[in-house]
């Protein structure tokens, strides 16, 4: 059956059919941003993984040093400085200091003249810290990675930041390119080239541009190069580019009317909703077990169309996944939320607001400059953001999905494993992608039932989750035997129907002031009843 729409598209695809006559120019430059964002993507990685993989060796070398000398500065000691030294490709000096700055030993016998370019700063899930600092002479800024050594010792590794000097890395930039090393909080280490024209840009199309994080280190690596000096470079495409656009041409006419006949195109009314923003954020509450206080929410979607009718997410969640409309239905549901909660997470620094994520965001590190583009100058801090991770499809390259999550981390939001024990994950998995919380699905809530003394299954997830030191979510929580067996096995944080279900913005606010207003005290789900039916 053909919508009311089949004559509109048959005309707009018998026009369309020409643009890419038309659009030569548009499309080779569409090319051109393709190619050489995946290289200069492919060129930060190598940076990254290279300074990464060199700060790893830095701190096993260092921390065999320790396990190997009983006493710092005696000949073993020096002896074995001396071996990390000589079989490290990276490590140029050892020191021993105090908190002060006064220099016992080191590997060469004199004084270390080196200055610091940042304060020392934490790597998550390591005891080292890392400071940046100008050693002696050398052309690199260098890498400080500091262990301490009872309560009043310091023993610090010495390792250039790039194996090459900046005179190689400039002769490998393009004219008018740059390549900057920098701390997440924005502060500048190392440029090599001139920034000055990528940092005053007009537009994003103005360059090309690729960013990643090395690892769970603080430290961010751009570069950039003007597309116009990109472009130049492919000018012999342009004619191979108009004879293809004419066979397109011939081809999208015959292929876009026979779709239009034939086809009601399902993908328009998604797309359509999206675009109106019909596809509306729900927030369901996640309560503490033990204060009744509110700890957060889970944003859920629903399609509300102008007609009137709410679809659930169950309708329509897969298609948008598979079809790649899910990454701007999240934009969307970001941005409305970043509205609807400003005040409340200002109100409240505490809670946190989950959003899901699908297995699409992990192909590149976008996601990241979009929680940075949306959230970054807002009241929803970083730290308040928890993206859950589902388990339906497990992640496809986890090269990239690992500098995705090192990205979140590093702007300081929390990972989720949702629907945990119902998909793809194992151990491996769950310690590979460095998840902070973990959700157990509500299929293995309902196993609680009244009088129940033991649920092995779940009794083992949460063993799990313990031991893998992540924080536990249960969701489906809907009787009171269900939150008093949880909070007995240490589960403290809670969703489901028995608080609350998924409310909108209006509902949830009330409910979250009131419980507000109200702690410490138990969970009042009175309070939670009045208001959701008051809601609906």
Not at 155 to 184: C, D, H, W, Y
Request: proline share 4%; net charge negative.
């Amino acid at each position: 059956m053909k919508t009311r729409y089949s004559h509109i598209l048959m005309l707009a695809g018998a026009v369309l059919a020409f643009v890419p006559i038309l659009a030569v120019d548009y499309l080779l430059d569409a090319y051109v941003q393709v190619r050489e964002k995946d290289s200069s993507q492919q060129y930060v990685r190598t940076i990254t993984s290279q300074i990464a993989i060199a700060s790893d060796d830095a701190i096993a070398a260092l921390r065999r040093i320790l396990a190997e000398s009983p006493s710092l500065c005696t000949p073993t000691f020096v002896a074995n400085v001396q071996v990390a030294i000589e079989t490290s490709l990276n490590i140029k000096q050892v020191l021993v200091e105090n908190a002060d700055g006064v220099q016992y030993c080191d590997a060469f016998g004199r004084t270390v003249s080196y200055s610091p370019l940042s304060r020392a700063l934490p790597v998550p899930g390591r005891t080292e810290t890392i400071t940046i600092v100008q050693l002696g002479d050398m052309d690199m800024p260098a890498l400080k990675i500091t262990q301490g050594f009872g309560d009043l010792r310091r023993v610090s590794a010495f390792l250039p930041l790039l194996g090459q000097t900046k005179e190689t890395l400039a002769e490998g930039i393009n004219a008018g390119g740059m390549l900057r090393v920098s701390l997440t909080d924005g502060s500048a280490i190392m440029t090599i080239g001139d920034a000055s024209g990528f940092d005053r840009r007009g537009t994003s199309t103005d360059f090309v541009y690729a960013q990643g994080f090395a690892g769970e280190l603080p430290l961010k690596v751009e570069y950039a190069m003007p597309f116009a000096m990109a472009r130049a470079g492919y000018a012999d495409l342009d004619v191979s580019f108009t004879v293809l656009a004419c066979l397109m041409s011939a081809a999208f006419l015959i292929m876009a009317l026979q779709y239009v006949r034939t086809s009601r195109v399902p993908a328009f009314d998604l797309e359509r909703g999206i675009a109106r923003g019909e596809i509306k954020p729900y927030y369901q509450p996640v309560i503490n077990l033990r204060t009744g206080e509110l700890v957060g929410c889970e944003v859920l979607c629903r399609w509300e169309k102008k007609n009137g009718e709410i679809v659930f997410p169950g309708a329509f969640i897969d298609y948008a996944e598979v079809t790649g409309l899910a990454i701007p239905m999240t934009l969307s549901l970001m941005q409305q939320v970043k509205y609807d909660l400003a005040d409340l997470c200002m109100l409240m620094p505490d809670m946190k607001v989950a959003i899901n994520l699908f297995e699409g965001h992990f192909r590149d590190d976008s996601i990241v400059e979009d929680v940075q583009a949306i959230f970054g100058d807002t009241s929803v801090n970083y730290r308040q953001l928890v993206f859950e991770i589902t388990e339906r499809h497990p992640l496809a390259n986890s090269l990239v999905a690992n500098s995705v999550i090192a990205g979140l981390h590093a702007l300081g939001c929390r990972l989720a494993m949702d629907d945990m024990g119902t998909g793809h994950s194992n151990l491996a998995y769950l310690g590979t992608l460095g998840i902070d919380i973990i959700k157990i699905d509500r299929i293995f809530v309902d196993m609680i039932k009244p009088g129940t003394t033991q649920v092995p299954v779940l009794d083992g997830l949460i063993a799990m989750a313990k031991d893998l030191d992540c924080e536990i979510v249960a969701e489906g929580v809907e009787t009171e035997a269900q939150a008093l067996y949880l909070r007995a096995r240490g589960v403290l944080q809670a969703q489901g129907f028995i608080f609350a279900p998924a409310l909108k913005n209006s509902a949830f606010k009330e409910l979250a002031l009131a419980l507000h207003a109200n702690k410490p005290g138990p969970v009042r789900i009175q309070l939670a009843d009045a208001i959701v039916a008051s809601a609906a």
